[in-house]
């Protein structure tokens, strides 16, 4: 975030961070003013029997849903300027985590602490 470009005027959407798997984490951008906030969770995160629940109560459901991940994703818009779609793209990608690749957190920055 440190790096974010200038010409990027607003970005929103939401993410999904290996630091807090159980969490939609909504991310809101507008000029230099950023929010990075948990916003509930993933139905993926829920038991069994209250993820049926849930693809009876919300047919589109199907339609999101992926058979490993469920209905964790990265979803974000990006509204701006003279953008390099490549360069966020490429930048983007490289925060991405493969597929049964290892990770050790040490600490996370984005994680809510308590007062």
Known sequence: MD?????????????????????VIKLSQSGR???????????AQLKQWEINKMFEQRTHLKDIWDEDYGDRMIELVFIGKGMNREKIIAELDQCLVARGESVQVLRDPFLMEEA
Not at 3 to 23: A, S
Not at 33 to 43: E, L, T, V
């Open 3 to 23: 790096n974010w470009p200038r010409t990027v005027t607003r970005c929103k959407g939401v993410v999904w961070f290996v630091t807090q798997p159980q969490n």
């Open 33 to 43: 003013a950023m929010d990075i906030i948990p916003s509930g969770y993933w139905i």
